[in-house]
């Protein structure tokens, strides 16, 4: 099914805490990020933009930057911060090249009811949206307290790592409705077959 469609064949998901924890999962549990229309609904769902902004623009370019993107922070948020390797040493010299272009410029504005809501200026390039994740992955980075709240799921062939935040931080699933459902229903068909046996 086409993203384009009524249906889509997957809930793009924003519950990693970060919005480049979230660009991260667009890898699953497979390939999100596909074409530009996919891209446009991670953009607006993400809260890069705001629900109305012209989006049209978005090409196959624009793809790659966000994969890339998304593939040095993975590289940053999976290895140790004192890593000395060359790619993570080349992960973070693109990350942080790309946090010093000027994110998009919000403005308030009336809407048909008179209240305030926010607007860009113009349509957004993506050098522009790039900068605003890429600002979140130093921010990550250099926290020592969200650094040491970073954690990678635990369920069964998750890789998608999220910013623990519970209380006891002792959270083991990147989302309890999705992999601590699995995990639970895994556990009762475990124990169904062992009464059964």
Request: proline residues 7%.
């Amino acid at each position: 099914m086409a993203l384009g469609s009524t249906m889509v064949p997957y809930e793009l998901r924003f519950d990693a805490g970060r919005i480049c924890l979230d660009l991260l999962a667009t890898t699953h549990p497979e390939e999100r990020l596909d074409a530009p229309e996919p891209l446009r609904a991670w953009i607006v769902r993400s809260g890069l933009v705001p629900a109305a902004t012209p989006l049209a623009h978005v090409d196959s370019a624009w793809l790659v930057g966000f994969r890339e993107l998304r593939g040095q922070v993975g590289q940053l948020v999976r290895s140790k911060a004192s890593a000395d390797s060359r790619p993570y040493e080349l992960a973070l010299a693109h990350v942080n090249d790309l946090a010093r272009a000027a994110p998009p410029a919000p403005r308030a504005v009336r809407d048909e009811g008179g209240a305030l809501v926010r607007q860009l200026d113009g349509p957004p390039g993506c050098a522009a949206l790039l900068a605003v994740i890429a600002r979140d992955a130093v921010e990550l980075l250099t926290d020592p307290v969200a650094r040491a709240s970073l954690r990678e799921c635990a369920g069964d062939n998750c890789p998608i790592v999220y910013l623990d935040t519970s209380r006891g931080r002792r959270r083991r699933w990147c989302s309890s409705e999705v992999c601590g459902n699995r995990e639970r229903v895994a556990r009762h068909r475990r124990r169904a077959a062992l009464a059964r046996a």
